[in-house]
């Protein structure tokens, strides 16, 4: 079965910094980063590749043996879905522009922390807008 | 006059029958009653099973079934004669209702609502009238057919009683008093609190064998009291819209983590006379008391009930313990009061922390698990024994039992880590090589539940010496007299909460930490005392950790030290609270006011507006008080106007609140305490809970909803610390317009610092429509930005 990801962002915030990427899921109070070749395969999962898609790219982009990229996906996706970062979905979702910039291989590894879990499982934010904080609804 | 009652109640239960419209049927199980009602209105019957809900049932074919047949006069088109029982019934002016009983008919006709109820106890049949559903007031949405549920009970050795029912696992207490004596409130906190409850204001006693109570209603009334204490609880009331209502009232079912018990054990009834005292106490009273209040305050309820009621109740009376509630200032030290008088279990962890100790083990365990009070939990923290302690303990089969491991770390954290791990209300110590008298946890039990006021006890021991007394030159001889401390842990006895206002043992000392904890709990002016009585063996052989002298001196210099340097501090305390402002509107005004009504006041307020375009001065005219500082200063976000608000603070310690927030009033006397007593924290934060704010809409409740229940709150508005130790971290970062307090904690942690958590609720943290998440992309990237840099950190930490 091709299997693709979906990301639910009200939920899952992901930003690219230098080559590896923060991940935050609001609703585990987790956080992640990915080196850079664990965040390649996010941005391919991110892209609306499907599982076999993420494969081949993966494959090309570092000269694997099919083996070793099937397990190096396996690795970060079984992670993605496990953590809740990412659902599998038989739809293919909008497709974005893949990434260009690949650094140099080395095996992908996602470190999880949990240290701000009960800050982050509790809303932290106090929106501030134009308005004020807070501001009343004037329709009401 | 006999002929009249028939003939109209012949009329009334046909008019029923003559009833066109498809009925609605829905099943309720009280006990052994089982109940059907039959309606010809959807609307009607959606409102009057409301409060059954917790009932429901699939069917009604038991043999005791009842037939409650319920309409209105606007949507069937019936119209009973009422002219037909007027000079026959009894008329009661105080109500204006129209009452009788005659055989096996009973009934109720209030000329005022239109609500009639007719019981038929002989064909199991009720009939309950109104002339139109928009005449049906609050009190009957909340407690439905309350006559024939009267009536039924009856029939059936039950009493519908005007009163509440508390309790705890499976037993509890009728709370019994006249209107306005306090039930609802009190039963409701006590719920709110962790306590069960299985009815408010109404509730079913079943006098057959050991009275118990069953539950009628879901409903609990709200006094709007409550809601300024508890303002979560707004978003439940059922009859919110209704304009000038004394009371509201709310279903049980809707607030997240509660739900009502369907049936309790009765174990006697408490009585709230409306009486205030200075100190709450219960007093034991003669039951004549409680059978003139519940019978006429029942009766008041349910004008027209039958005589046999007071019989039922002399009964339910005579077999119970009848406790008047004096209820005092504080609500949190009432509902505290009324949860130990009704928990019938209360259990107690012993904590026996353990390191290579084995050969003296098994007979501290034994003399544990042979205490003549057994409701306890042993938890033994093998604190990285080498010596087979594993082994040993896997052996004992006692179900009491619990092994923790942890690698060796001393008494002190050993002792914690059983704390941290404890589920009792009470916990006592026992050292390894110390053995209890069976009677030890029974004394201080007893002891501590007769005198609350005193949360830690200790007691007396024998000291027994292996060897000659000379090979112990460490123990303290005054005049050939041996004297040793009472205040050892294998003596100690208190109350869990201790450590919430002191925090644990100090994990810097491995001697003497006893000691220290002894000394904060005084410094904080918790009430010790000593069971007269000798309730242990004291061990003293070869490997007593305090023969260490050396350390033991040098702990004990510097726990003195800390508890002078804590009292001097206590002695000039000044907080300065912040409030940073951008375009406040009135909610500003109760945030203040919640500052201002603290039980430990607040040294200054400083109000920081972060270049507010409306004038904040003006829309504080209506609070004088000379505290209030404002300051104002060009708009830079908020992180920027709390440290706008630290630079002209100048108390020594800080606290925050975001300007629509509120504090709970003991929040800074409850922060503020723990922070001086326990030395191995330098912040303290508390638990929340989010209230929606009265003008947000229920599309806002829809889509923004949160689990409503106590929550960790990690936030600004319950952080509270030393001014020095702010400014050791630094300041917010002014770059991020969110996630500046992850980013401060962080530095925070960098520092070795530790903050802790207390387990009240202290701040009511308000949902509207301007604080809803992460709504802007460029925020967003801020905010996983800041993770990246203490992922970072944490790199660099490592190398």
Redesign the interface.
């Given at each position: 079965m091709n299997e693709f990801y979906k990301i639910d962002r009200d939920v899952t915030l992901s930003e690219k910094i230098d080559d590896d990427t923060v991940v935050i899921n609001l609703s585990t109070g987790c956080y992640y980063n990915f080196n850079a070749t664990a965040s390649y395969i996010w941005e391919l999962a991110c892209c609306g590749l499907s599982k076999d898609e993420i494969n081949s790219q993966y494959t090309a982009a570092f000269h694997l043996s099919t083996k070793k990229a099937a397990s190096d996906v396996d690795l970060v996706i079984n992670t993605m879905v496990s953590d809740s970062l990412a659902d599998t979905t038989d739809e293919k979702p909008v497709t974005c522009e893949l990434p260009t910039d690949i650094a140099a291989y080395i095996v992908p590894a996602i470190e999880k922390f949990d240290d701000m879990q009960e800050m982050l499982l509790l809303d932290p934010i106090h929106e501030v807008t134009e308005k004020g904080w807070p501001y009343k609804n004037n329709e009401q | 006059m006999n002929s009249n009652i028939i003939t109209f109640s012949d009329k009334l239960r046909k008019s029923f029958t003559d009833i066109k419209l498809p009925q609605i049927v829905k099943n309720i199980k009280i006990g052994k009653l089982n109940i059907r009602f039959i309606f010809f209105n959807h609307v009607m019957a959606e409102l009057m099973t409301r409060p059954f809900q917790h009932l429901t049932s699939d069917s009604c074919d038991d043999d005791i079934c009842f037939t409650i047949f319920a309409a209105d006069g606007k949507s069937t088109g019936i119209s009973p004669g009422f002219e037909l029982i007027v000079k026959d019934g009894t008329y009661s002016t105080q109500n204006q209702n129209l009452y009788f009983n005659h055989g096996n008919l009973h009934m109720l006709h209030n000329t005022l609502t239109t609500i009639s109820s007719l019981v038929d106890t002989g064909s199991h049949e009720a009939f309950y009238y109104i002339t139109s559903l928009d005449e049906l007031p609050d009190y009957e949405k909340a407690a439905p057919f309350r006559m024939i549920f009267h009536w039924i009970c009856i029939q059936y050795n039950m009493n519908l009683i005007h009163g509440s029912v508390i309790g705890e696992n499976e037993s509890g207490f009728l709370v019994a008093g006249r209107g306005g004596a306090g039930k609802s409130t009190i039963s409701l906190l006590s719920f709110i609190n962790g306590g069960k409850l299985l009815g408010d204001d109404y509730v079913i006693i079943d006098n057959e064998t050991c009275p118990t109570a069953f539950s009628l209603y879901n409903s609990i009334k709200v006094n709007p009291d409550i809601v300024n204490i508890y303002p979560f609880l707004d978003n439940y009331l059922a009859n919110r819209t209704s304009k000038g209502y004394d009371k509201g009232y709310l279903f049980a079912d809707e607030i997240p983590g509660l739900s009502m018990s369907v049936s309790l054990k009765i174990n006697g009834i408490i009585m709230l006379t409306g009486e205030k005292t200075s100190t709450p106490r219960f007093n034991k009273i003669p039951g004549l008391k409680a059978l003139s209040v519940i019978g006429s305050s029942t009766v008041f309820q349910m004008p027209g009930i039958n005589k046999n009621f007071l019989g039922g109740i002399t009964k339910l009376v005579g077999k119970l313990d009848i406790h008047e509630f004096i209820i005092g200032p504080s609500i949190n030290e009432n509902v505290r009061l009324l949860t130990d008088f009704i928990n019938t279990t209360p259990l107690i962890s012993v904590i026996l922390p353990v390191f290579n100790g084995s050969e003296r083990l098994t007979a501290a365990v034994d003399s544990v698990l042979s205490q003549t009070y057994e409701n306890f939990e042993l938890i033994i923290i093998d604190d990285g024994s080498t010596d087979g302690t594993e082994s040993i303990v896997g052996n004992m089969t006692d179900i009491r039992v619990k092994y923790i491991h942890q690698t060796n770390k001393g008494p002190g954290p050993a002792r914690n880590n059983g704390i941290l791990n404890s589920s009792g209300r009470y916990i006592a110590f026992l050292d390894h090589d110390d053995v209890w008298f069976a009677d030890k946890l029974e004394r201080q039990l007893s002891f501590v539940k007769h005198h609350p006021e005193f949360p830690v006890v200790y007691c007396n021991h024998n000291l027994i010496f292996k060897g000659p007394l000379e090979d112990y030159p460490w123990i303290q001889k005054i005049e050939g007299e041996v004297r040793y401390p009472h205040e050892i842990p294998s003596g100690m006895f208190l109350d869990n909460i201790v450590f919430d206002r002191v925090g644990l043992f100090n994990p810097r000392y491995r001697t003497a930490e006893d000691s220290d904890l002894h000394l904060r709990i005084k410094d904080a002016g918790i009430n010790i005392t000593v069971v007269d009585d000798v309730l242990f063996n004291k061990h003293i052989h070869g490997g007593n950790i305090s023969q260490n002298i050396q350390s033991n001196r040098h702990n004990v210099t510097a726990l003195l030290a800390e508890s002078i340097k804590r009292k001097m501090f206590a002695a000039k305390l000044k907080v300065s609270v912040i409030i940073p402002?951008?375009?406040?509107?009135e909610?500003l005004i109760s945030c203040i006011k919640s500052v201002l009504s603290q039980t430990l006041q607040p040294y200054e307020i400083i109000v920081a507006d972060d270049g507010?375009k409306n004038n904040v001065r003006e829309s504080l005219a209506e609070i004088d008080d000379p505290r209030i500082k404002i300051y104002r200063q060009n708009n830079k976000?908020?992180s920027g106007a709390r440290n706008f608000g630290i630079s002209k603070s100048s108390g020594n310690i800080l606290a925050f609140i975001?300007?629509?927030d509120i504090w709970v009033e003991q929040k800074l006397e409850l922060q503020v305490e723990r922070l001086v007593m326990d030395s191995s924290i330098q912040a303290v934060f508390g638990y929340?809970r989010q209230f929606y704010?009265p003008?947000?809409?229920m599309d806002y409740r829809n889509k923004y909803c949160?689990e409503d229940k106590p929550?960790?709150?990690?936030?600004p508005g319950t952080l509270l610390i030393k001014k020095d130790d702010f400014m050791k971290v630094g300041q917010f970062n002014e770059n991020l317009?969110?996630?500046e307090?992850?980013d401060w904690?962080h530095r925070f942690?960098k520092l070795g610092f530790n903050y802790a958590?207390i387990p009240d609720i202290v701040m009511y943290r308000?949902l509207?429509?301007?604080?809803?998440?992460?709504?802007?992309k460029k925020?967003?990237?801020d905010?996983?930005?800041t993770?990246?840099q203490?992922?970072k950190d944490?790199k660099n930490e490592k190398v």
């Open positions: - | 402002v951008y375009n406040p509107d909610h507010s976000g908020i975001d300007c629509d929340i704010s003008e947000v809409n949160f929550a960790k709150g990690i936030i317009r969110l996630g307090l992850f904690i942690k958590v308000r509207h429509y301007n604080n809803n998440g992460i709504l802007n925020d967003r990237i905010f996983v930005k993770f990246a203490i992922i944490k």
